[in-house]
């Protein structure tokens, strides 16, 4: 006499089709997910942000103070072309920016700690960088939260359509 304990014996083809259908499943997650999100890792060595690996939402673009947002370097005078960066935004556009050498404000109540070091004191010196900023339509000011940071304080306004998504941070 033949003892079950409440199992069924699987057939092999059953225990096929479950593999692939999982697999399908994994695949489809994995083929969406990575279709609106990609992983970005901060190598540079003078990096604007304490954090190192990021997760970019690229089918979010709009710009809004205080999000974090991954752009090209392209066209952005000292940034090299062809790398992505990930910087705060300080301003929209209709937005009066300020930096008074510690924090960055604007004129719609926002304010962030905004570190300098020695290297952006003396550009500041040398080429008289301003400390206000009046932002226009497609423009964005962009900033990063190391003494590192190379952004709107020094390079200037960027424009808007260079950021390609909102970036969160991982680690």
Avoid at 107 to 126: F, I
């Amino acid at each position: 006499m033949k003892v079950t304990y409440g199992f069924k014996a699987q057939t092999l083809k059953l225990k096929l089709l479950k593999s692939i259908l999982w697999t399908i499943i994994i695949v489809s997650f994995f083929t969406l997910f990575f279709e609106r999100y990609k992983l970005y890792f901060d190598y540079h060595g003078a990096r604007c942000l304490d954090a190192r690996l990021f997760l970019i939402d690229k089918y979010d673009v709009e710009a809004q103070t205080g999000k974090l947002v991954a752009l090209t370097g392209d066209g952005i005078p000292l940034l090299k072309d062809n790398q992505n960066y990930i910087k705060f935004v300080g301003g929209i556009a209709g937005d009066t920016v300020k930096f008074d050498g510690r924090t960055i404000t604007n004129d719609n109540g926002y304010s962030r700690y905004a570190p300098t070091n020695n290297k952006y004191k003396e550009l500041k010196r040398k080429h008289n960088l301003p400390t206000e900023w009046k932002v226009q339509d497609g423009q964005v000011f962009l900033f990063g939260d190391t003494s590192e940071s190379l952004d709107s304080r020094v390079v200037g306004l960027a424009d808007s359509s260079k950021i390609f998504g909102t970036a969160y941070v991982i680690y």
